[in-house]
């Protein structure tokens, strides 16, 4: 399906397109609201304000869920772009399995509460700050999919680059971790906190490979 350059995949259906448009404010969004949960939790710990950022993430992802069911909804009732419409699942579904991970990230935070050491904690928000780059981009990426997809592999290419500086940034925090004092049970269990961070990014990644694909289908 070749459509002109420019030209939205849903210009048969504002609803649809809104609605798209919404799902994708609210993964930029969850970001927002993850990044600052994080550098609270480093800051203060578990306390009432990152619980309330947790639980608001949380009715983001409920949100994106409705989203999400609509549009699945919205493509089939209306018949729009049969030849991409399994492209067009997959990428939703995709991208509402991110917020579904940051939902999952505060909440494990929450209630195993790791404690950083201090001297971590600027390398710690350099990750987080890394990953929800990467997943903004492959957001900005998906919008630009659906409206003028010949923009997407720019956005594409800064999704690896932010996905490479997290798995950057998470080497160099474990090869700290193991090298401090802290019992080994301490270490695997942070260890394991950043590798759930950086997970995000991967995601991001594994959406883009995907993406790029999407892109050559759309433009033949």
Do not use: W
């Not at 989203?67 to 419409?85: A, F, S, V």
Request: aromatic share 10%; net charge negative; proline share 2%.
């Amino acid at each position: 399906m070749n459509l002109a350059k420019g030209l939205s995949m849903f210009y048969g259906s504002r609803a649809l397109e809104n609605k798209i448009d919404e799902f994708l404010d609210r993964i930029s969004e969850a970001g927002l609201i993850y990044k600052k949960a994080l550098s609270v939790y480093l800051e203060y710990g578990a306390t009432d304000d990152f619980t309330a950022h947790t639980e608001q993430v949380g009715h983001i992802e409920s949100r994106a869920d409705e989203l999400r069911r609509e549009i699945e909804t919205g493509l089939y009732e209306q018949n729009l772009i049969p030849d991409l419409r399994g492209d067009v699942l997959s990428l939703v579904e995709d991208l509402d399995a991110i917020i579904d991970a940051y939902e999952t990230n505060g909440y494990s935070f929450l209630i195993e509460q790791p404690v950083f050491p201090s001297m971590l904690h600027s390398d710690v928000s350099a990750i987080v700050e890394s990953v929800t780059n990467s997943v903004e981009q492959i957001t900005i990426a998906a919008r630009t999919f659906f409206r003028d997809f010949n923009s997407c592999r720019d956005y594409i290419h800064k999704v690896r680059f932010y996905e490479s500086e997290a798995d950057r940034i998470s080497t160099k925090i474990k090869k700290a971790i193991f090298s401090s004092d802290l019992p080994l049970a301490n270490k695997m269990h942070l260890c394991s906190f950043i590798e759930m961070i950086d997970n995000l990014a991967d995601m991001a990644e594994d959406i883009t490979d995907k993406l790029a694909i999407y892109v050559i289908k759309r433009d033949n």
